[in-house]
């Protein structure tokens, strides 16, 4: 449309604009809504542990149509109490021992805040530079927290990136794999690219693997051994029957810590096939990767200065809130070359001089947050000392409640218990174990999951809640045991 048609509806009095919050009104609001959430962790003991709505019940809570005009927040604070806090599963209860602790911790809440508060997107270093400075240090100092091997860090051609989660770390490992894969056999397709995995992986590998354009019939189940763990033996087997079917092997995905029973793939001997074969090895230690912090638990790190790309949650595990997955690579290029497409829009001196980290480049999407606000809070509140207290806490208490599983008579453990997962059975079979589940988790203080594991009903206990202390874990067992009394 020329510019000039547009004159005509120039009449009249400039509009008012929006009725943004002024930063007076933040400050008042601000202050209230840090008041609730801070009030929620002191009620938090209050709710029952697992939400109590039936399907559609919050949401007819709700209006059907959003405001016309604006409202009061008097009103939201209600609504909150109303609506949404019957609709939550409370992950920050000290009686959860569902699934993975998900911390909120103050330090990773303020962090959060800040980087809405600032709100800048970091997708270049040149869109805001302290958003991929401050990154590039967290991560490296997470490469010394964890004694994890140097060649992650980005003093050399390798580097950690903060992705939104675990799975995203897997797309972004196998697609770099594939694109590597290619380039090393001339005249073959992605069709022709084999990845293996364990049974036990996480589901996201699988998924990751599609979504990287691997196919269905391309992705190898490698088996376990007895404790769940990928089976090297059974790695090379897979690999040279492919090799001998004209097929290309390109990547390997191991867990450190899987999600069902915390298992630990031999990473080292993973990583000597995977490196023998020319294959990419990504490893996932999405959980149990946050215990390197601790010495005595570096046995998780076996293997890594061998792999291609490794990620950890540290919003599983290490008291930083939902999102930060830590990701390294120890070759940045690698990721880059899969990765990276420059439209003129987005071209600026510094990347073209090649001088600085766009993370942009490192990803699936273009936009990100401001991440490592969250996590560098986090390091700065609690240091190595206050982390390692974290993750001791909840190794001993989960060790104590695996004590009293092995002592008794009607229980026992389904898997090594390495860390804080704990998977135990009852002797009176599948339906014994979910009728202990159940009354468990009906009580109300309580969370616990199941999964299977070599075939049959397992539950789980997994130890981790910020608010959890060791009474809860023995509470949790009496529970458990009482409802096994009453079967
Ligand atoms: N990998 C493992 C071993 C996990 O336990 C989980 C979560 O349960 C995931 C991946 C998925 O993590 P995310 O939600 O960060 O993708």
Same mark, same amino acid.
């Given at each position: 449309m020329d510019p000039s048609e547009t004159a005509e509806h120039d009449t009249g009095p400039p509009p008012p604009g929006a009725p943004h919050m002024t930063p007076e009104e933040l400050r008042l609001w601000g202050g209230r809504f840090l008041d609730w959430v801070a009030g929620y962790h002191e009620r938090i003991?209050?709710?029952?542990?697992? +939400?109590q709505v039936r399907p559609g019940e919050v949401a007819a809570g709700l209006p059907d149509s959003p405001p016309a005009e604006p409202e009061g927040f008097d009103a939201v604070l209600g609504d909150l109490d109303r609506v949404i806090v019957p609709g939550l /599963? =409370? !992950?920050?209860? $000290?009686?959860?021992? @569902?699934?993975f602790p998900t911390p909120a911790t103050g330090p990773a809440i303020l962090g959060d805040l800040l980087s809405s508060g600032l709100g800048?997107?970091?997708?270049? !270093?040149? +869109? +805001?530079p302290a958003c991929t400075e401050l990154e590039t240090r967290v991560m490296d100092w997470l490469v010394d927290l964890c004694g %994890?091997?140097?060649?992650?860090?980005?003093?050399? $051609?390798g580097g950690g990136v903060i992705q939104d989660s675990a799975s995203s770390s897997a797309l972004c490992a196998l697609v770099a794999a594939r694109e590597r894969a290619l380039r090393g056999v @001339?005249? &073959? /397709?992605?069709?022709?690219l084999v990845v293996y995995t364990s049974? =036990?992986? =996480?589901s996201s590998i699988y998924k990751s693997a599609r979504i990287a354009g691997f196919g269905a019939e391309r992705i190898r189940y490698v088996g376990s051994d007895p404790t769940h763990a990928m089976s090297p033996e059974a790695l090379a087997t897979a690999v040279a029957a492919d090799r001998a079917a004209g097929l290309v092997p390109a990547a390997v995905v191991a867990t450190v810590?899987?999600?069902?029973?915390l298992a630990l793939d031999p990473v080292a001997r993973l990583a000597d096939i995977a490196g023998a074969e020319g294959m990419w090895i990504h490893v996932d230690?999405?959980?149990?990767?946050?215990?390197?912090?601790c010495a005595e638990f570096r046995?998780? *790190? &076996?293997?890594?200065? @061998?792999?291609d790309s490794y990620c950890f949650n540290p =919003?599983? !595990? %290490?008291? /930083? *809130?939902?999102d930060c997955t830590a990701m390294w690579v120890a070759d940045r290029q690698s990721l880059t070359d899969a990765l990276s497409v420059t439209p003129e829009?987005? &071209? *600026?001196p510094e990347s073209e001089r090649g /001088?600085?980290?766009?993370?942009r480049d490192w990803q699936v999407p273009l936009g990100r947050r401001f991440r490592s606000l969250k996590l560098w809070l986090v390091l700065r509140w609690y240091g190595a000392a206050g982390l390692q207290a974290h993750i001791r806490s909840g190794v001993a208490w989960a060790q104590q409640f695996a004590g009293w599983v092995r002592a008794h008579p009607d229980f026992s453990l389904a898997? $090594?218990? $390495? %860390?804080?997962l704990v998977c135990f059975r009852h002797r009176g079979g599948d339906e014994a174990n979910r009728r202990v589940l159940a009354a468990v988790n009906d009580e109300g203080r309580f969370y616990i999951t199941h999964t299977v594991l070599d075939g049959q009903y397992t539950l789980r206990l997994s130890v981790g809640a910020v608010a959890t202390r060791a009474h809860h874990v023995e509470a949790a067992w009496e529970a458990i045991t009482a409802a096994a009394a009453n079967l």
């Open positions: 003991e209050d709710f029952p542990v697992l +939400s /599963t =409370h !992950w920050q209860a $000290p009686g959860f021992f @569902a699934f800048v997107q970091g997708m270049l !270093w040149a +869109s +805001s %994890l091997p140097r060649r992650f860090r980005s003093d050399g $051609p @001339a005249g &073959r /397709t992605v069709a022709d049974e =036990h992986a =996480h810590g899987t999600t069902s029973s230690g999405a959980l149990a990767g946050a215990a390197a912090v046995f998780v *790190n &076996r293997g890594l200065d @061998a792999v =919003h599983k !595990w %290490l008291l /930083t *809130n939902l829009y987005l &071209r *600026n /001088t600085v980290i766009d993370y898997a $090594p218990a $390495p %860390l804080s």
